[in-house]
């Protein structure tokens, strides 16, 4: 009989192995799946997981691609992360990543055609206020009406979704654009513009702002009492206040933690590969951005390589789309074989398998 | 590919620069998709023109698409790696798309870029193509007339872009001239694909007395709430007859097949240029699917006079007088619209009693 045994702590051995085992696994699940729907699994896996760090047609373009796609990912999951630690929900961070974005461009815009230094920084100052008021919201309405963080930010990305379908096709929409919906390309206006830092890297502000907030995420996690706070609030909230955690304090830095750097992300986003304000400019990093926090264990180092992970499935699913007929759909369910192998196998960590003689009665 | 590969890396290995064409190997062309290969409306259509090209080219071609691509960074980066990968044409088969091919096409002169619906073409090899959809509106528009009993036609509308309000005016208009009577109720759902809004939409306006519905978003689901509760409705882009075999009335086709043909061959002979069509009935990319046993005699001779003297030149579905919403002229006695007008029209024609959002 398999009997499994709690671990009085977590194996440090199987913390490390769980992640690589589950990579493992979903090659092997995938490559079934992609077998059954007719096409080379190896290929298929080899297109997903090597050719965009390593093929000498697309490693040049597709490494720094990477960063793009994953740094969004892991500064919006490393601000959600802090909230999911203490059982604060934030699920709106898509809204926040689209204000962010409207504040920022709004800034630009309102300033164009001028040529200054100072109008990206407050570029980002808007971004970041934009987010971070948009999380307070459901912060406000939690700490005084005790309503559901869940539910209120959730509801606030269809919001966010509704003003910016409006300002894209009526404050913003670009006046030269004979009346299509969508607002003047920030990207080419160089006061506002978030270009590449160092030429064919990928490396826009954003990122930085990625690798930033991982730093200062660990930094505050381990070395902080507010990161003590945090994590002593979802493990014991009784013992939490005891400890004089005030809850209400917790919510506030909590979402607006999250709300900052949703909103920064999708200022540097709309200033940068996006490059302008229109109706889908939300494609859903802030949703993907809760999977990469908790495939990261909801640890800033975990969300690095979980954002670099998913990023690499989502160039390298498009590859294989493109090379061997592969649909959206079976890289979608490759995607999410990898999150359930990470979770499922997560019990290792936590529990010990033991093979026992079944009992004779 | 992998021939293509192996030659390019061991070219790269020996410092040889390889030619992109290789007079044997087949031409790659590439498509990139807004919407799921499956949506049964927009990306269906452009999917299934893709298979006729492979079946008219047989090895001549190869074909390659990625679907459901967001526009932006990341359908940048689609039509960037196919650029890579030795695509020589791509067409980018949605209006968001625009400025990113462009962005590609000024990295990579040598490729060539289709560009459906679009207005910006920054570079001479980006080419612009787009069908004349609001002639197959007026069609139904006058077939809706005809069939609505309670004088209430519902209109699942996707974004109040120039495209679709112009659409909203040819059907209203022609619905009025087949039934004065006729009223238009339009539910904006502000995606081109979501099967749950516009079922929603489509239960709404059924609720709001609406017994003929008609859309521009691309799902079937409109089509089979209408078959549910008993009401007629128009099919999207293709051919949706078996969401609803009572329902649906007929549908405006995309017929893109002959077009991406015409263009590829262009390529293969070097005499591609960078050009700017919207086609309609005339050329073949607009076409209706077959109508419904329930229209009756009459009404279908009309349509199909109405479809033949459009095809033929003899009439245009924006003939004056029209008046603006706000009862200011538009278009004189028996003047027609110009294209212009048509590609930036923000307004509503007389009658119609609904505000475009904002």
Not at chain 1, 285 to 303: D, E, K, M
Not at chain 2, 34 to 50: L, N, S
Not at chain 2, 280 to 290: Q, W
Request: hydrophobic share 50%; aromatic share 10%.
């Amino acid at each position: 009989m398999i009997r499994l045994e709690r671990r009085p702590a977590p194996s440090r051995f199987w913390t490390a192995a769980t992640p690589v085992l589950a990579v493992l696994l979903t090659m092997l699940a995938g490559g079934l799946m992609f077998a059954l729907l007719g096409k080379d699994p190896v290929a298929a896996i080899r297109i997903i997981f090597w050719d965009p760090l390593f093929n000498p047609q697309f490693a040049s373009y597709s490494r720094p691609q990477l960063l793009v796609k994953a740094g969004p990912l892991i500064l919006i999951a490393v601000g959600l992360s802090f909230g999911f630690r203490a059982n604060i929900w934030n699920i709106g961070a898509e809204g926040q990543y689209i204000i962010g974005a409207l504040c920022g461009a709004g800034v630009a815009l309102a300033f164009y055609p001028l040529e200054a230094w100072f109008i990206f920084p407050l570029m980002v100052l808007a971004g970041a206020l934009g987010g971070w008021a948009w999380a307070m919201i459901p912060a406000i309405l939690k700490t005084r009406f005790n309503t559901n963080e869940i539910l209120v930010s959730l509801l606030l990305v269809y919001v966010a979704e509704r003003l910016l379908a409006a300002l894209a096709m009526g404050r913003m929409r670009n006046p030269e654009g004979g009346g299509f919906p969508g607002s003047r390309n920030i990207a080419n206006y160089p006061s506002a513009s978030n270009t590449e830092l160092i030429a064919n890297t990928g490396m826009h502000w954003g990122v930085v702002t990625a690798f930033i907030a991982v730093i200062f995420g660990y930094i505050l996690l381990h070395r902080h009492i507010l990161g003590y706070h945090v994590q002593l609030a979802g493990q014991a909230p009784r013992a939490a206040r005891f400890a004089g955690v005030n809850p209400d304090r917790l919510v506030m830095f909590c979402l607006g933690l999250a709300g900052l750097l949703a909103g920064l992300a999708g200022m540097f986003e709309v200033a940068g590969p996006a490059g302008r304000i229109n109706i889908d400019f939300g494609s859903g990093y802030g949703f993907t951005a809760i999977i990469v926090a908790f495939l990261g264990r909801l640890h800033p180092i975990g969300i690095l390589l979980a954002g670099l992970l998913l990023g690499l499935t989502y160039i390298g699913g498009e590859l294989a789309q493109m090379m061997l007929g592969l649909p959206s759909a079976a890289i979608q369910a490759f995607q999410g074989m990898l999150l359930f192998f990470l979770l499922a196998l997560d019990m290792l960590s936590n529990y010990r398998i033991r093979l026992k003689p079944r009992e004779v009665a | 590919m992998k021939r293509r590969t192996l030659l390019a890396s061991s070219a790269m290995a020996l410092g040889l620069a390889v030619s992109p064409a290789l007079a044997d190997d087949p031409l790659k062309v590439g498509f990139v998709y807004v919407g799921p290969v499956g949506d049964y409306g927009w990306t269906a259509t452009h999917d299934a023109a893709r298979q006729m090209v492979e079946e008219h080219f047989g090895d001549g071609v190869e074909t390659s698409y990625v679907e459901s691509v967001p526009e932006g960074a990341d359908a940048e980066r689609v039509m960037t790696q196919m650029a890579l990968s030795g695509h020589e044409l791509i067409f980018a088969t949605s209006f968001g798309f625009g400025p990113d091919a462009n962005n590609v096409a000024a990295r990579f002169p040598d490729v060539k870029f289709e560009h459906a619906t679009g207005y910006t073409q920054d570079h001479d090899n980006v080419s612009l193509y787009n069908a004349r959809f609001y002639e197959g509106r007026a069609v139904i528009g006058h077939i809706a007339g005809k069939m609505t009993e309670t004088n209430t036609i519902g209109y699942i509308a996707s974004y109040p872009i120039p495209e679709v309000i112009m659409g909203i005016n040819s059907a209203y208009l022609h619905a009025k001239a087949a039934n004065p009577d006729v009223q238009f109720r339009i539910i904006w759902v502000y995606s081109w694909f979501d099967p749950a809004q516009e079922a929603d939409a489509a239960t709404a306006l059924i609720e709001q007395g609406a017994d003929v519905l008609m859309q521009h978003t691309d799902s079937s689901a409109p089509i089979a709430i209408a078959q549910e509760n008993g009401v007629m409705a128009f099919g999207q882009a293709s051919d949706m007859v078996a969401f609803g075999p009572d329902a649906h009335l007929t549908a405006i086709l995309d017929e893109w097949g002959p077009y991406y043909i015409e263009r590829i061959q262009a390529v293969m002979d070097s005499t591609w240029q960078a050009g700017d069509v919207w086609h309609g009935f005339a050329e073949g990319m607009v076409a209706l699917a077959p109508l419904n046993e329930r229209i009756p005699e009459d009404v279908r001779a009309e349509a199909e006079f109405m479809i033949e003297a459009i095809a033929a030149g003899e009439y245009h579905p924006f003939t004056g007088p029209i008046n603006r919403q706000d009862g200011s002229p538009w278009l004189a006695e028996g003047e027609t619209a110009p294209d212009g007008d048509l590609l930036g029209m923000n307004f509503y024609v007389e009658g119609i009693t609904a505000e475009i959002p904002n």
